[in-house]
C-alpha cells in the first residue's frame, strides 16, 4: 500500500526552536533545517509518488478454502491482482520530537481488480473480479538517525493500519458459487491485508530505503583540487517545529587530507520558520576552502617585470606574494570581511641567465568586503576592497626602497588582475546539498554571527 515511503524520508534527509549546535570541536560547518512548510512540500511529494508509483506495484495472490454442503470442500485463488484507483483524502507527516517522523493516511479508498479460480477436484473454474476497500487508514513511525560512515538512517520504529470495509463483485462462469461465501472471502481478504500492510512497509524499508541511503554520497568534488566533506555530522534533530540536520560542511585538499588546525564556531539559528528549508553556513566552511587552497598554492601571485618597469627601468625584477597564512573570513551582522596578509618576496633576474637574487620583502595588509548571493544551487560571492593596499618593507639587501611608489603599483595591480582573479574564483561558489531535482526559490539570505542563513521555499 505505501510500497517506497523512502522518497519522503530522503526529501526530509537530505533537506528546534533556537537551536545552539555544540561548543568548539563537536560544532557542524552546514546545518540544514526542514520546518512544517517543508514537511506540507514532503507530504504532497509523498502522496504523488504514491499515486504514481501504486498501479506498478505487484501485489500477492490470496488464496483460501471452502467447504459448502452438498458441493464439499474446495479452494481458491485470487490471482492477478492490480489497483485501479487511490483515493487519498486524508494524509500528513508529523514531527515526532526527539525520534523521527510520523507519515499518516486516513479513511482513504482503494480498487482493484483481477481473476479468479475455484477447484475442486476435477473440476476449475475461473473468472474476474472487482475488489474495493473503503477506511484504508496507516500510520507509519521512522526514527531518524546516522550510521558510522556519516549517512543518514531511518527505520520503521511503529506501523499500524485499519480497514473499514471490503467488498468483492464477482464476475463469470458459474460466479454463483462464489458469491455462496463472498462475505467469507471478504472477511479473509480484510484480514489477509490488515496482517500484510505494515509487513509490506517494514520490508520495503529493508529492502528499498536503507540500501538507497548507503548510497548517498557523502563527500562531493569541486574541482581538480578540493573537495567538500557533506558526512552527518551527528543525528538529526527533530523538535515539534523543525528537522535540523547537521553537516560537516569541511573542504579537503584531493592529494592529501590532513586535520584541521581550527574548529567550526557554534551557530545559534534565529527562530525563523517561515520558509520551507534553512541552511546554516558556517565561516568554518569557507576558511577550511581558504586553507586547501592556500596549501595547493593557488593562492600565489607572480608579478612579473611588465607592470613594475617604472620602479626598476635597468633591472628584470619578479614578484612573488604568497600569503602569510590562509586567509580567513569573518562573518558579524550584515557583513562579511577578510583581511589578508600577503608576503611579497622580490627577485632580480640575472642578465642572461635564469638565476634569480633576491631583493627585498614586503608585508601587504588590506581588508576586503564581500558580498554573499545565491546562484541556483550554489553560494557565490564576490568581493570589492574597503581599503587600499598597505605595504610594510620587512627586509632589503638593496638599501632604500620607495614604498609609496610600490604602493601605487600594485593597487593598479590588483584592481586590474588580483581582484578579477579571486572573483572569478568565488563565482564558482559551491553547491548547496539539496536532493537532486531539488530547487529553490523564494531566497532569502541573512548575515549572522560565525555564519550565513539561506531560507527558502522548494518545488
Not at 210 to 236: C, E, N, S, W
Not at 284 to 297: D, K, P
Not at 333 to 346: C, E, F, I, K, Y
Request: aromatic share 8%.
Amino acid at each position: 500500500m505505501m510500497a517506497r515511503p523512502y522518497h519522503v524520508v530522503v526529501v526530509l534527509l537530505l533537506l528546534e526552536s533556537s537551536a545552539r549546535f555544540g561548543e568548539g570541536a563537536s560544532n557542524p560547518g552546514v546545518v540544514a533545517r526542514i520546518t512544517r512548510k517543508g514537511l506540507e512540500y514532503a507530504n504532497q511529494y509523498a502522496v504523488a509518488t504514491l499515486r504514481k508509483e501504486l498501479p506498478a506495484i505487484r501485489l500477492p495472490d490470496f488464496s483460501g478454502s471452502f467447504k459448502m454442503g452438498w458441493f464439499g470442500r474446495g479452494s481458491y485463488n485470487f490471482h492477478s491482482l492490480k489497483i485501479h484507483h487511490f483515493e487519498v483524502r486524508n494524509s500528513d507527516l508529523n514531527l515526532l520530537p526527539g525520534l523521527g517522523i510520523r507519515a499518516s493516511l486516513s479513511n482513504n479508498d482503494l480498487s482493484m481488480g483481477g481473476n479468479w479460480k475455484v477447484k475442486k477436484g476435477f473440476l476449475n473454474l475461473k473468472g474476474s473480479f472487482d475488489l474495493k476497500v473503503d477506511g484504508i487508514s496507516i500510520s507509519v513511525s521512522l526514527n531518524l538517525g546516522k550510521d558510522e560512515t556519516g549517512r543518514p538512517t531511518a527505520s520503521v520504529n511503529h506501523c499500524s493500519n485499519s480497514i473499514g470495509r471490503v467488498s468483492v463483485r464477482i464476475s463469470g462462469s458459474l460466479r454463483w458459487i462464489l458469491n455462496l461465501f463472498r462475505k467469507r472471502i471478504e472477511s479473509s481478504i480484510k484480514r489477509i491485508l490488515e496482517n500484510q500492510i505494515c509487513e509490506v512497509i517494514k520490508k520495503s524499508s529493508d529492502s528499498h530505503l536503507k540500501p538507497y541511503l548507503q548510497t548517498l554520497p557523502v563527500t562531493l568534488m569541486i574541482d581538480q583540487v578540493a573537495g567538500i566533506d557533506y558526512r552527518l555530522f551527528g543525528a538529526p534533530q527533530v523538535t515539534s517545529k523543525s528537522v535540523d540536520i547537521p553537516i560537516k560542511g569541511e573542504f579537503f585538499s584531493q592529494s592529501q587530507r590532513t586535520p584541521v588546525p581550527f574548529d567550526a564556531p557554534a551557530m545559534m539559528l534565529p527562530q525563523q520558520y517561515d520558509r520551507m528549508v534553512y541552511f546554516a553556513v558556517s565561516e568554518y566552511v569557507f576558511n577550511t576552502a581558504s586553507r586547501v587552497y592556500h596549501q595547493a598554492g593557488l593562492l600565489n601571485v607572480t608579478i612579473s617585470n611588465g607592470h613594475l618597469a617604472g620602479l626598476f627601468p635597468n633591472m628584470q625584477v619578479q614578484l612573488e606574494a604568497s600569503p602569510e597564512s590562509e586567509p580567513h573570513l569573518w562573518f558579524t551582522p550584515g557583513n562579511v570581511t577578510l583581511a589578508p596578509v600577503m608576503d611579497v618576496q622580490a627577485f632580480g633576474i640575472l642578465p642572461n641567465s635564469s638565476d634569480r637574487r633576491p631583493l627585498f620583502q614586503l608585508r601587504v595588509k588590506t581588508n576586503f568586503s564581500i558580498s554573499i548571493s545565491v546562484n541556483s544551487d550554489r553560494i557565490v560571492g564576490s568581493v570589492s576592497p574597503e581599503s587600499e593596499l598597505k605595504l610594510e618593507l620587512k627586509h632589503s639587501n638593496i638599501g632604500s626602497v620607495d614604498v609609496e611608489e610600490m604602493e601605487t603599483i600594485f593597487n593598479l595591480f590588483a584592481r586590474e588582475v588580483i581582484y578579477p582573479s579571486i572573483n572569478a574564483q568565488l563565482k564558482k561558489g559551491f553547491p548547496i546539498p539539496v536532493p537532486k531535482n531539488i530547487f529553490l526559490n523564494s531566497v532569502e539570505l541573512q548575515i549572522h554571527e560565525n555564519f550565513l542563513l539561506l531560507g527558502a521555499n522548494i518545488n
